[in-house]
């Protein structure tokens, strides 16, 4: 696994939005002033607004009004996706700081559906969607194509919009030699300086015999993964974990599960419910390996996984680059 340098900051789930007044009809994005002070802000969980004459924003204007989106399109699987934008007036989103589709031609009437292919590594990509309403209904909708979407075409929503400082998929992962055998965590030096460092999409290890990392021990070691449990929609959440071993999982510095009785022979299998907000949550999971084969299984049951019992993995879990996304 290769090492990676990264603090564990928290950003929720979606885009921010600033909303700004238009003092008359204009015709291009360029003859709108983001950089003002904006009238409103707020957040979005997706742009899927289609024919619409609500306001944006409580009380908001439903006329000459504009909106810039930011945050991060934070990608699973690498490959190639087409970026779907559908507006009535002039839009453009940029990906990484670059121009991927416009539909700011004012010579166009109606709606104005533009899209554009590019490659997207696996990983967080800053993104920011530029906006303008001039008058009647209002239509914004963004959508993509590709190894996330199963190829469909959908709307962008859920845990592959996030805010704050740029995110990168997955857990941090630190680990340590231990001296001998022990019986529980607290036995294991966790502050200690680690031997390796690195990252994991998921943990899903069951019955192995392999290093979990390069040249690593297969006996005699701890590990401790931090990161950010992700959580599109609210709701009551049963959190399993599966070990051969002592472990323990925290989540908002709360003891969840702890799998951390020595009695315990053979797998140890401890699971809770717990209730999770919206938003982004702080997770850490902590495990020590004596001897013989390795079994480390994280898994969740709840509304983001359709109430199903699956491995907690892709975008619902995230560490956080201490570099700030760049602006545009």
């Known amino acids: ?18 909303y700004h007044l238009l003092p008359d009809l204009i015709d291009t994005l360029s003859e709108a002033d983001f950089d003002q002070e904006p009238v409103a802000e707020g957040s979005i969980d997706s742009l899927d607004i289609y024919r619409s004459r609500e306001a944006f924003w409580e009380d908001g204007a439903i006329n000459k009004f504009a909106a810039r989106y930011s945050g991060n399109l934070n990608v699973v699987t690498a490959g190639t996706y087409e970026i779907f934008l559908t507006t009535d007036d002039g839009a453009s989103v940029y990906v990484d700081g670059k121009l991927v589709v416009s539909n700011d031609d004012p010579s166009l009437d109606g709606l104005r559906s533009g899209f554009s292919e590019i ?48 995110e990168l998929l997955g857990l941090k992962v630190e680990y340590h030699l231990l001296p001998d055998l022990i019986d529980t965590l607290s036995e294991a030096d966790f502050d200690q300086e680690p031997v390796a460092e690195g990252s994991i999409d998921s943990l899903d290890i069951y ?9 690593g021990a297969i006996n005699k070691f701890a590990a401790r993964y931090s990161g950010n449990l992700n959580v599109v929609t609210a709701g009551t959440y049963e959190i399993f974990l599966t ?3 002592g472990a323990a999982v925290y989540v908002d510095g709360n003891l969840v599960v702890s799998n951390d009785d020595p009695s315990l022979d053979g797998l140890r299998s401890g699971f809770s419910e717990i209730e999770l907000n919206s938003g982004s949550h702080s997770i850490e999971i902590f495990y020590i390996e004596n001897r013989g084969s390795q079994t480390l299984r994280l898994e969740w049951s709840g509304p983001d996984s359709g109430g199903a019992r699956e491995t907690i993995t892709g975008s619902s879990l995230t560490q956080v680059k201490s570099k700030p996304m760049s602006p545009l």
């Not at 696994?1 to 600033?18: C, D, F, H, W, Y």
């Not at 019955?207 to 040249?215: C, G, I, N, Q, Y």
């Open 207 to 215: 019955r192995s015999r392999e290093a979990f990392w390069e040249d």
């Open 1 to 18: 696994m290769a090492t990676n340098e990264q603090s564990s900051i928290r950003g929720p789930v979606g885009l921010k939005v600033e």
């Open 243 to 245: 070990t051969d071993d």
């Open 119 to 166: 490659e997207l590594n696996s990983g967080s990509h800053s993104i920011e969607i530029f906006y303008i309403e001039n008058r009647g209904s209002q239509t914004l909708r963004l959508e993509w194509s590709g190894p996330d979407s199963g190829n469909t075409r959908k709307i962008i929503s859920g845990g592959s919009f996030s805010q704050g400082n740029k």
